[in-house]
């Protein structure tokens, strides 16, 4: 009998146990950004918009959330047609506040998106890998359409002429990183499958894990996917730019808000300078943010000053998003 009541505290103390280990790592990641993030510097640039523009910015904001969620939905819904959109907004805000907040190049979170769709709609861990595998390749698509229409700003604008060969060739080698999802995606489509030939050439010195086997089945239905739901593809990259577009949009509100005139070519330069800061291996981008737009502003003939106001507003709205995101997950996770 007491062993029967002890086998409850004992399942009861593990959940507090987790909980509370769960909220000390949300809580640290939140402080460490927190810490170095500028936060005086955004209050006092938030205190320069009116109200209606600040409403602007959080309506404009939101939209782009939920054009990222549906590309996301828009994948998992081609094969689990019951899984609804509107909670998965709030989980993919979650997944946006683990990475943002974990150093590397906006990753971290991804684990978030299976465990959401596995615990709330019985959706397989093999299926919503697969569906994460998609999300990420579409996402990371949209940013290199982005990247090359920014790069096409950059050259009608004149900016290479100012940089030496060495500095122009450095940029091969990021094209080659981000044009690997397209080159992913039609292989999958040629039923090749570069991840799993990478994980079984390896296999003789890393072995054959369970997430080695996890990634090499979600792969092959990742596949599938790419040939069997040509529909949902479109429609999942479509939200993928719409998302990019409200981005761009959003950048150039931060510039016009600001009092600070630029044509659409910088304002695309301008964003893809702050999409190639996030590339960086540090949390949020710290830094490499405000130095992305000191420089590509002032190639405008903009003042520093300027710069690292709109890169303020980035960092604040990102803040509001990442913290948000992180409250939600704590909440999902007691759950």
């Known amino acids: 009998m007491i062993a029967k009541e002890a086998a409850p505290r004992r399942a009861r103390g593990l959940r507090v146990l987790r909980l509370v280990l769960i909220y000390l790592v949300l809580f640290a990641l939140l402080y460490f950004a927190v810490r170095n993030a500028p936060l005086a510097d955004i209050w006092s640039t938030l205190r320069q918009l009116q109200l209606w523009q600040i409403g602007v910015i959080l309506l404009l904001n939101a939209l782009v959330i939920a054009s990222i969620s549906l590309r996301w939905w828009a994948v998992v819904r081609a094969d689990n047609p019951g899984v609804p959109v509107l909670p998965l907004i709030g989980y993919r805000l979650s997944v946006f506040g683990v990475s ?137 990259l479509a939200f993928s730019l719409l998302a990019n577009a409200g981005m761009a949009l959003e950048y150039f509100l931060f510039a016009s808000f600001l009092a600070v005139p630029l044509t659409t070519a910088q304002t695309l330069a301008g964003l893809t300078a702050s999409v190639l800061a996030f590339l960086l291996p540090l949390p949020g981008g710290l830094g490499a943010l405000e130095a992305s737009q000191v420089l590509a502003l002032g190639w405008f003939g903009q003042p520093a000053s300027v710069a690292i106001s709109i890169a303020l507003l980035m960092r604040g709205r990102d803040m509001v998003n990442g913290g948000l995101g992180l409250m939600l997950a704590g909440g999902a996770w007691r759950r």
């Open 100 to 236: 943002y907040f974990t150093p590397g190049p906006q990753v971290g979170g991804e684990p978030l998106q299976v465990y959401y769709l596995h615990r709330n709609y019985g959706v397989t861990s093999v299926r919503a890998t697969a569906a994460v595998i998609m999300d990420k390749l579409l996402e990371t698509l949209g940013n290199f359409i982005l990247v090359c229409l920014g790069l096409a700003a950059v050259v009608r604008l004149g900016l290479l002429d100012r940089f030496a060969p060495q500095a122009v060739a450095a940029l091969v080698p990021l094209l080659l990183l981000l044009v690997w999802p397209a080159l992913h995606i039609f292989l999958l489509h040629r039923r090749r499958h570069p991840v799993s030939w990478f994980l079984r050439k390896a296999g003789r010195f890393i072995g054959t894990p369970r997430w080695a086997r996890l990634i090499t089945i979600s792969e092959r239905m990742a596949s599938t996917f790419v040939r069997r739901r040509p529909a949902w593809l479109a429609a999942s």
